[in-house]
């Protein structure tokens, strides 16, 4: 079957600006997590939601991030009144369940660049 | 905190030739999964191999094995045979065994090149 497929793949925007980057998991996965990846950084852990449920939002850098996931499927991370910081690759990951270990397969990722 | 370091930012290997990444961690935990993931320029993250921290044999998939010391908290990658197509950013990262949530802690990643 297909793959994770994150939209849009490049986004470019306005500083101020708010962005949705959209998350379309793995069919049946029920568990999905975000991760971003600043310039010369390691994956950085966003949110995880397991069905349509965020137990945890701590990762999230500010609170002009949210997520939500919608019918235990698409996922969609929104930045309101983007900075240049945000800048970076926002990579969606889903796997059959939550816990323990179960491969996570990752999408391409959206690459956003705040001007 | 769980942490993951790798010190080597950048790497090169002749095609055919042997090279080791190397990655060490940080936990108090003492069952958790390590592994190594590789990135092309695709952006597309790819699962190259994992370790159980609770075996002691080294983890191995085909030219992919792992040099896994736990008392030492180190987790080396040895990438035997290189190919061209193994040019990518290497990721080491580690997720708590029977955590709730099963989201991995990443270092920040070794650039290896291949050269022909």
């Known amino acids: 079957g297909a793959g994770v497929s994150q939209s849009p793949s490049n986004k470019v925007t306005e500083k101020g600006k708010d962005v949705e980057l959209r998350c379309d998991p793995i069919?049946?996965?029920?568990?999905l997590y975000w991760y971003r990846q600043s310039l010369g950084q390691g994956l950085e852990f966003l949110i995880y939601f397991q069905g349509n449920s965020a137990p945890d939002k701590s990762g999230l850098p500010s609170d002009r991030f949210s997520a939500e996931r919608t019918g235990g499927s698409v996922s969609t991370l929104t930045i309101q009144r983007t900075q240049q910081e945000d800048s970076a690759v926002y990579l969606c990951a889903s796997s059959f369940a939550g816990g323990n270990y179960n491969e996570q397969f990752f999408g391409p990722g959206t690459r956003l660049t705040v001007l | 905190a769980q942490t993951v370091t790798q010190s080597q930012p950048e790497m090169s290997v002749q095609e055919a030739e042997t090279v080791t990444l190397s990655c060490t961690y940080d936990t108090s935990e003492s069952n958790y999964y390590l592994f190594w993931y590789k990135q092309p320029p695709s952006r597309q993250m790819i699962l190259v191999i994992r370790?159980?921290?609770?075996?002691?044999q080294n983890a191995t998939e085909n030219r992919f094995s792992v040099n896994f010391q736990k008392a030492a908290k180190s987790f080396s990658l040895k990438i035997s045979d290189s190919q061209l197509g193994d040019t990518a950013m290497y990721f080491c990262a580690f997720t708590n065994y029977g955590g709730s949530q099963g989201n991995l802690i990443f270092g920040k990643g070794t650039k290896l090149s291949v050269k022909p």
């Open positions: 370790q159980e921290a609770y075996k002691q």
């Open positions: 069919s049946g996965h029920t568990a």
